[in-house]
């Protein structure tokens, strides 16, 4: 078995980046990118990528066109290939058992039982997308019922991180491989080994390579929350939340990464991937285990309920008719995804209490700030977006600081003051900017875990 011809469902924030990387390392290989997102595939094709990832227009100018091709013909994209990577969305589910919580399969579900209409031939069949475990018993199940042709299916779930994407897959901590026949497992071992280490590739069984996906998640998000909690009480104790973070991180045993406080976690992952795992512990008899893993995102929301209410709070406790910047809207620095961003729920609280809030992000538009506010209808009008930060600040009461973006360290508070009203507030949710600077200009600052 050896891998010649790639076909990837889903150009997304992972199947985008990952098979532009594996193009540009393995020219050997003809990878093609398929997806029903029309307008998606037509931006992959244009000068303007549909996802703002440091690194990833070069990686994609090298190999485009060359061994990497962007289309919508799903059909003839998985007629020619000999291993088709699923990278398809998994929402959690609005409707039917486990609404709420489960990972919605129907993309899942659609991609194999089309790969079960076209395959020509042995298919290698690939879970990019992160899923339940015991995923793959369904999809063998789908593809045998539906398909003469024979198939192996192998779990290889994706670590990268938004903003690091590139980065993270050209020098990944690890690569982790899950199968049950070794000669499939070769066979993609051998793509990753064209540049991947070969020890850092790490082969399991299947079920503990969907497992350890979920469980990388639910871990790390729950350093978010343990770190976040002791912010609140750092503040209510005088203890700074840098200085604890750095003796904890001082321990190897702990580490010194994923340790900074913030107005809590955002992204597409984290929280749909924890509220899985804990529909999945209490599916298999375990509420003790799900009510452990959900506490994660009550802290989480917590932390954004109580930023959000506090700014109200110092602001004299109403901000009817207040104005408020609010310097950035994506979830982390270096992405232009608003998926789940806190500033989503922060910008909510304060349009519901009369603000009106004026949005700066260096990468996130005007039209993707209204839209993911355009359920709240009624307050639209309250609602503006500025081109750059001084702008953002024109007679404000307050600025909060929502994203850690690198500009926002170098802000010059000094000119901002000129623009703001007087003693106006700074929140630095993102504990980000440079706070000496913020007093020096006169204005009143709050950071968070100080
Ligand atoms: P995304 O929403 O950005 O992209 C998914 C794409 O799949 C969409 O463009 C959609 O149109 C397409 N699609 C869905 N069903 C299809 C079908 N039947 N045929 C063709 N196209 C179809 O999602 P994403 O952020 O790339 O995430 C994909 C998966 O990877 C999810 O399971 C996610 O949990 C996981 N993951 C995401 C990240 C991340 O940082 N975003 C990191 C690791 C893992
Ligand atoms: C996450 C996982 O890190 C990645 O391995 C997985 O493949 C997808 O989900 P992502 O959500 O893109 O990646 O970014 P990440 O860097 O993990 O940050 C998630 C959220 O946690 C962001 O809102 C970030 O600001 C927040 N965060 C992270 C903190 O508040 N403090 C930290 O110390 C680290």
Redesign the pocket.
Known sequence: MKIQNITC???????GPTMSVIADRCPHIRVTV????AE?IAAWNSDHIPIFEPGLDAVVKRARGENLFFSTD?DAAIKSADCIFM????PTKTEGEGAGRAADLK?II??AE?IARSAQDHTIVVE???LPVRTAEKIKEILAKNSKQSFDVLSN??????GTAIKDLENPDRVLIGGENPEAIAALFEVYAQWVAKEKIITTNVWSAEMAKLAANAMLAQRVSSINSLSAFCEATEADIDEVAKVLGSDSRIGSKFLKAGIGFG???FKK?ILNLVYLCEHHGLPEVAAYWEQVLVMNDWQKKRIAQLVIKKLGGQVKGKKIAVLGFAFKKDTNDTREAPAILVCETLLQAGAEVVVFDPKVSAQKVQADLSYLSTHQSHLKSANTVNDACVGVDAVIVLTEWDQFKMIDWASVATQTKKSAWIFDARNCTNHAAIRAAGLNLWVVGK
Request: aromatic share 8%; net charge negative; proline share 3%.
């Open positions: 469902i889903g150009a997304g924030y992972v199947g398929v997806d029903m997102n998606r799903i990278s398809v969305n998994t993309y659609a991609c089309q990019k997308s992160t779930p994706e670590f990268l991180a938004e992204g597409s992952c991937d």
